[in-house]
């Protein structure tokens, strides 16, 4: 970063978050100056500024955009145009997002530099964590990362997710050896292209050190509770290779059967009965303690359409250990940290760093309603962004960013709620993505809504022994009136209990009546909505559909289950595995605002 220092530890790290957010205002200030600075003479902003580095001059003339007014730009360097397009500095890779909020992979301008800005991000995870747990450099921590295959744009740029650009870095693969980033997977099964491969192996070098592991994570929850059904069907094989010290013959990766071969250096057949034992079971709540007992926590991102996975993680870890959601990052940029991470998953909320790149904000009303008001894609009146330091408590916000690498007044699409402040920073909760929507007729049901709705509407199955592991949905037009049609994953913790077409029904019928006023008007008034669906989907349903995103190019390591399906290949899919289908029997409650 300039030079700078990447590496804090303990109580320099500390400092330097204090530092950064006591001096925000400036921060932020001096770090625009500097974008103006080097990119000044780029063909975007020359555009608008006519060479001029004046920061009232930026804020007054330069656009806020969307994707689609940039991608021309990233389009022509990833086919052999100058960098100095956008930036000043060379562009070294091109990122793409995981595909799965907005339908089609974007495509992510990265110089060099930005690497440094990730890892300082990382090397501040730790010494938060241990103002709240001590003894972390006392084991190991079993985190399941993944990469994917890079591809090469036409130029011959890499084409990769920004993950995979992070581990297959010098900052990952050089990083400083201690304690506190003693992994249980060697980076040979980490850097496996193969994801079946690495998941075995990671897995497996997981399971070998079990008595020394302190914390267990992956990025996001979707990827920890796949890892579990993984061990589900595979614990018998892993078991056997501890036993007989020799490596499953479906592992050939030469580079991962050698480091794994380091860590089966003889059979160990008390290990592989005690992970046996364990895992035959007839049930599997609290199974992460039990192969793990040292663990103090779960490390993912719970946030967001994220926390629909909260559930089924307190119940494989039987409630025991806390999820922790350490920091707030995205392809485009890596914005901040959480300061308090053993907090409910329900009241996380991040530290934007002020140093990260220049943070502006779209604001949406003291409770979010103009989230829905502003499309996506309107003109958006330059006067009408807020600085970081000027952002108000309780008020909802589009998070909009200035990069070094060529991003500028770019909506990023997140929608946050201000929480706070430390110090001079403010501090955020991540509320949902803007563009993940269903639409019928007049309704705009966002992620949030649909999140809220359907947690309250699992409930109704507890008493069944019944686990809602998955969902998604989109809007039915096919036929007149349109309607909403829910597909859910349901897991019987319990065999000898079943749920019922009418409990099914009422489950329809609860989230209908926990959507928006709009919505219930048209279903009950106005009839533009028909009665939503739920199709209820055959257990590994969601995991065949992630299978069918990796495929089209996503990435294991930042799949996400999209909320609303958009691809007829993947609807083709989820209707395949349906069993049944059910519908509200009756409209939803609605009174008129004036009744």
Known sequence: MDGK???YKGEDALKEIEKLTTTAGEVQYGILKEILKRNAETEYLNKYMKGSIDVSQFKSCVPVITYKNIYPYIQRIANGEDSSLITGQPITEILCSSGTSAGEPKLTPSIAEDLDRRTFLYNLIMPIMNQYIPGLDDGKAMYLYFVK????????????????????????????RDPFNDFTSPDQAILCNDSNQSMYCQLLAGLVHRHQVMRLGAVFASALLR?????????AQLCNDI????LDLSI??????SAMMSILSSPNPDLADEIESICSRPSWKGILCHLWPRAKYIEAVVTGSMAQYIPPLEYYSAGKLPLVCTMYASSECYFGVNLKPICDPAEVAFTLLPNMGYFEFLPLGENGALAMDIDEEEAVPNDRLVDLVNVKVGCYYELVVTTFSGLYRYRIGDVLQVTGFHNQAPQFRFICRRNVVLSVDNDKTNEEDLHRSITT?????????ALLVEYTSYADTSSVPGHYVLFWEIQMVDSATSVDAKLLQECCVTVEEELDYVYRQCRSREKTIGPLEIRV???GTFEALMDLFISQGGSINQYKTPRCIKSSTALKLLNSHALASFSSPR?????????
Do not use: M, Q
Not at 227 to 232: C, G, K, R
């Open 5 to 7: 220092k990447l590496e």
């Open 149 to 176: 295959a890079e591809l090469s744009t036409p130029c011959g740029l890499p084409f990769r997710t920004v993950l995979t650009s992070y581990y297959k870095s010098k900052h990952f693969k050089c990083r400083t």
């Open 227 to 235: 890892a579990i059904s993984f061990l589900e069907r595979k614990w």
């Open 243 to 246: 036993r007989t010290g020799h």
């Open 252 to 257: 050939i990766d030469p580079a991962c059967r």
């Open 457 to 465: 509407a699992k409930k109704l199955l507890e008493p069944y022994n």
């Open 537 to 539: 989907v055959e257990p």
């Open 587 to 595: 409209d939803p409650k609605w009174i008129p605002l004036n009744g």
